[in-house]
């Protein structure tokens, strides 16, 4: 598979946590995103933030909070 690099503009906390995870953490991170924009690319027309939108409430309603998001991903 052909691989492009892409840049993103992300909150500056968010780019110190990404760039102190381990490659191999960060690369697990990069195919659960391009499974993601995958499943979004294919999907119906819903637009991108009601996507997001229901992603967020099915892990809310899993009992992800922000905290061990945050938790998760400064496991290294």
């Known amino acids: 598979m052909a691989t492009e690099t892409i840049t993103l503009e992300i909150d500056s906390e968010l780019a110190r946590t990404l760039n102190s995870l381990s490659a191999e953490f ?19 027309g819903t637009p991108l933030e009601e996507t997001m939108n229901a992603i967020s409430e099915k892990a809310k309603s899993r009992g992800l909070t922000p905290e061990i998001l945050e938790s998760i991903l400064r496991r290294k």
């Open 26 to 44: 960060q690369q697990r991170l990069l195919v659960l995103f391009g499974i993601w924009l995958k499943q979004y690319a294919q999907a119906d």
